[in-house]
């Protein structure tokens, strides 16, 4: 059974840091694109960040670039999201997903409203509040 499971969300002050983890099972995760999206309550949901699985290029929205850090451990079969000098707009319930379209390497789409992605998990709540 494919699936995906995050975890490493939490409440943080303004300013901290939180690692938030992507781990597959039945599945493996270097074969594939990678995409970190977020819903805060009212909005609809946005594409993150996202990891090829070729050269393991990332991608960053406009709003976290700087801030966040995707990565790989492929002998972990997770995909992390590091996230520093956290803010309270980054209060969100956040997922991963997969890339479920050819080419199955390629983050192409993933800031989409409709993102080629799936296999999505259960998600993990960030809240960054003083």
């Known amino acids: 059974q494919v699936q995906l499971v995050e975890s490493g969300g939490g409440l943080v002050q303004p300013g901290g840091s939180l690692r938030l983890s992507c781990t597959a099972s039945?599945?493996?995760?270097?074969?594939?694109?990678i995409g970190w999206f977020r819903q805060a309550p009212g909005k609809e949901r946005e594409g993150v960040s996202c990891?090829?699985?070729?050269?393991?290029?990332?991608y960053y929205t406009d709003s976290v670039k700087g801030r966040f850090t995707i990565s790989r451990d492929n002998a972990k079969n997770t995909v992390y999201l590091q996230m520093n000098s956290l803010k309270p707009e980054d209060t969100a319930v956040y997922f991963c997903?997969?890339?479920?379209?050819?080419?199955?390497?390629?983050?192409?789409?993933?800031?989409?409203?409709?993102?080629?992605?799936?296999?999505w998990g259960q998600g993990t709540q960030v809240t960054v509040s003083s």
């Open positions: 997903a997969a890339r479920t379209r050819t080419p199955y390497y390629s983050c192409s789409g993933y800031g989409s409203t409709s993102p080629p992605f799936g296999s």
């Open positions: 039945g599945f493996t995760l270097n074969s594939y694109a």
């Open positions: 990891i090829s699985s070729l050269y393991d290029t990332s």
